[in-house]
T-cell receptor, first 114, second 113 residues
């Protein structure tokens, strides 16, 4: 079975500070990994994904994540937080394949302070 | 920009009543998903359709939940009877089948009293 663990249900940063949201995965087969963002009362939106190839992936809104197989991690970072980044962020894993289901973590709520 | 449409956005019902949610995916998306998101948790897959066929409903509580996608386009998720523990956001998503690229609707928030 596949699973993800997001460390920290709440993260608070100051505007302009580094954003680091942590995700560790468990998978018996090579995984596909994803980060989704959810703004209040909205659905989820794909930020970025890792499937194969380059382990550092860039997404929308200046976010990036690095797949580290040795650490079974896929942490999300952004060099400088903006007020508009305040949202809930979900890490997800799936088996390789086009229509394999996503298994989501419990989410990390990011607060950005002025 | 094409979107996944869901209705109703909000539904309040009493326990033991029936409730239904509707989803219209992005045109051309063959794969449709229903997820349940309990407050403070990540989304959990209830059912996955490929066209009109169910691909995965292993986490769907079949004694009270049903889902259909009769013509392979829009879909309905029904709960009968509703229980207090069903209070959650019900999210519909669709996909072209590209790995993990799901497009979510805004969700239907259910409150069971």
């Amino acid at each position: 079975a596949q699973s993800v663990t997001q460390l920290g249900s709440h993260v608070s940063v100051s505007e302009g500070a580094l954003v680091l949201l942590r995700c560790n995965y468990s998978s018996s087969v090579p995984p596909y990994l994803f980060w989704y963002v959810q703004y209040p009362n909205q659905g989820l939106q794909l930020l970025l994904k890792y499937t194969t190839g380059a382990t550092l992936v860039k997404g929308i809104n200046g976010f990036e994540a690095e797949f580290k197989k040795s650490e079974t991690s896929f942490h999300l970072t952004k060099p400088s937080a903006h007020m508009s980044d305040a949202a809930e962020y979900f890490c997800a894993v799936s088996r390789q394949g086009g229509s394999e289901k996503l298994v989501f973590g419990k989410g990390t709520k990011l607060t950005v302070n002025p | 920009e094409a979107e996944v449409a869901q209705s109703p956005r909000y539904k309040i019902t009493e326990k033991s009543q029936a409730v239904a949610f509707w989803c219209d995916p992005i045109s051309g998306h063959a794969t449709l998903y229903w997820y349940r998101q309990i407050l403070g948790q990540g989304p959990e897959l209830l059912v996955q359709f490929q066209d009109e066929s169910v691909v995965d409903d292993s986490q769907l509580p079949k004694d009270r939940f049903s889902a259909e996608r009769l013509k392979g386009v829009d879909s309905t998720l029904k709960i009968q009877p509703a229980e207090l523990g069903d209070s959650a956001m019900y999210l519909c998503a669709s996909s072209l089948g590209v790995a993990g690229e799901l497009f979510f609707g805004e969700g239907s928030r259910l409150t069971v009293l």
